[in-house]
Nanobody, 125 residues
Framework: QVQLVESGGGLVQAGGSLRLSCVAS????????MGWFRQTPGNEREFVAS????????RYADSVKGRFTISRDNAKNTVYLQLNNLKPEDTAIYFC??????????????????WGQGTQVTVSS
């Protein structure tokens, strides 16, 4: 059984920064691509960023490219999402997710097997 627990969300003013963390337990993060998604009420969960198991490959949604950075520390079983220059439209619940097995980075929700409970990010104008 894999459990993912996000933290680091909160209320921040536009232009501010936050760092989200996702800690995995049950099985090591190694060899698994990880991703961050976000969701607002009434909308589908959308892709934000993904990282390969080595950390060498990353992919971002166009809306966050240049502002958000995904990284991972496999020794700590943790994936991070650094959010800079936040905008009100970044307000959402942010979820981390893990793919199964030796899978590459991906952008679709159905490609991920394990999900955290989410952490709220609210950006005020």
């Amino acid at each position: 059984q894999v459990q993912l627990v996000e933290s680091g969300g909160g209320l921040v003013q536009a232009g501010g920064s936050l760092r989200l963390s996702c800690v995995a337990s049950g099985r090591t993060l190694s060899y698994s691509a990880m991703g961050w998604f976000r969701q607002t009420p009434g909308n589908e969960r959308e892709f934000v960023a993904s990282i390969s198991w080595t950390g060498a490959n990353t992919r971002y949604a166009d809306s966050v490219k240049g502002r958000f950075t995904i990284s991972r520390d496999n020794a700590k079983n943790t994936v991070y999402l650094q959010l800079n220059n936040l905008k009100p439209e970044d307000t959402a619940i942010y979820f981390c997710a893990r793919r199964s097995g030796y899978a590459a980075i991906a952008t679709m929700t159905y490609e991920y097997t394990y999900w955290g409970q989410g952490t709220q990010v609210t950006v005020s104008s």
